[in-house]
């Protein structure tokens, strides 16, 4: 995780908490609001190809807002397995950063010119990046993907 940080010039901050059992929980276990943790989500393509939606918390992703920017009318959240194969990380653990493979990077545009925090590649940690830097370091599309969620 480091060094993939570094070979693409970020500067992160690992931060060990413990487990939490929700968004809502790990935020405060952190001492930030909710919308502070960003959400990495896979999310698969028709062609079995994936990409990634970086979505702050107490947010979801917007299907029809992610499949015209796309450019596609199908996408989906895939299986944890598949997840894990995509990515080589668990759910509640993805991050773009380190990935086995370098998927697309969609941010919602709500994260612009903010601190975030994000999974950190394994359970029980935190990653803190400057929005912008993860942004310009992987050419991420930045576009309203995201829609209040419910609670």
Same mark, same amino acid.
């Given at each position: ?6 070979? $693409?010039? /970020? ?5 060990? @908490?413990?487990?939490?059992?929700? =968004?809502?929980? &790990? %935020? ?38 992610? $499949?015209? /920017? ?5 996408? @989906?959240?895939?299986?944890?397995? =598949?997840?894990? &194969? %995509? ?65």
């Amino acid at each position: 995780m480091r060094e993939a940080a570094q070979a $693409r010039g /970020l500067d992160i901050e690992i931060r060990e @908490r413990p487990a939490a059992g929700s =968004l809502f929980e &790990a %935020a405060e276990l952190l001492g930030i609001p909710a919308s502070g943790i960003v959400k990495t989500l896979v999310v698969k393509r028709s062609d079995d190809t994936f990409l990634f939606a970086l979505v702050p918390g107490g947010r979801s992703i917007s299907w029809p807002k992610l $499949r015209a /920017l796309v450019g596609v009318n199908k996408l @989906r959240l895939p299986e944890p397995e =598949l997840a894990l &194969a %995509a990515t080589g990380y668990e759910r509640g653990t993805i991050v773009p950063i380190g990935s086995t493979t370098d998927w697309p990077v969609y941010a919602d545009a709500s994260i612009v010119g903010q601190r975030i925090a994000m999974g950190a590649g394994t359970h029980g940690f935190s990653l803190f990046v400057e929005a912008d830097d993860l942004i310009a370091a992987y050419g991420a599309t930045v576009a309203d993907i995201s829609l209040p969620e419910e609670r």
